[in-house]
């Protein structure tokens, strides 16, 4: 009878959304290939029983989000990796508009208890120094505002290593803004620990 039993009374896999646009979706990867996959393949082989929910929508930007955060919060979700802003840089949003849907975002978020992991995008200089200084100082103001655990920029391990050019050639996909399989494996190994850390904290709520 107990065996029978036990099954039932084991604990459920914690629930990670991971909730971003393109780069969590896993664009231009095979299904086993992608962001998902590869962390949750990551926290299995470290012992943690975590289920990670892909909220990526190729495209998406904070204000699209916004729109979704709802419905995307399931009632079982119990916490969030977020994962937006690339997509604003990229079409010049301003930033301005990109904080308040993040703080939007983040807010939902809270509401219902659910921690978050922000990920922060870096703006290139292509809209000058200014945008770009007002851009990259969104993710650490919400951060410190909201009491969030803040991560490197997503792409900053592949950014980080010593010749750029091939850097790209091994780890980025054709069109210079995805990573390939590799990549993401990069990705990965450094945002791994800080999702260890946000998952190891709920023990402590």
């Known amino acids: 009878m107990f065996a029978l039993i036990a099954p ?4 459920a896999p914690v629930q990670l959304l991971a909730f971003g646009d393109s780069l969590t979706a896993g664009y231009g990867l095979a299904p086993d290939e992608g962001f998902v996959p590869q962390l949750q393949a990551w926290l299995a082989d470290r012992g943690r029983d975590v289920a990670v929910v892909n909220g990526g929508v190729s495209g998406d930007t904070t204000a699209g989000g916004k729109a979704r955060i709802g419905w995307a919060l399931s009632d079982q979700v119990d916490a969030m990796i977020l994962t937006l802003g690339g997509n604003d840089l990229l079409r010049g949003i301003a930033p301005e508009d990109a904080r308040a849907n ?8 809270l509401a219902r208890n659910i921690p978050v992991l922000l990920v922060p995008m870096s703006a290139p200089g292509n809209f000058g120094p200014d ?8 993710y650490p103001d919400l951060a410190a505002k909201y009491g969030l655990h803040l991560a490197q920029p997503f792409l900053q391990p592949i950014l980080d290593l010593p010749d750029r050019k091939a850097a790209f050639a091994e780890y980025v996909q054709r069109d ?3 990573p390939n399989s590799k990549g993401v494996a990069l990705v990965v190994a450094a945002l791994g620990p800080e ?11």
Do not use: E, P, S, W
């Open 8 to 11: 039932a009374c084991a604990a």
């Open 102 to 109: 993040l703080d939007a975002i983040i807010q939902t978020a």
């Open 131 to 138: 945008y770009k200084a007002a851009f990259d100082a969104i």
């Open 176 to 178: 210079g803004l995805h």
């Open 195 to 205: 999702v260890l850390g946000l998952i190891d904290g709920l023990k402590a709520r």
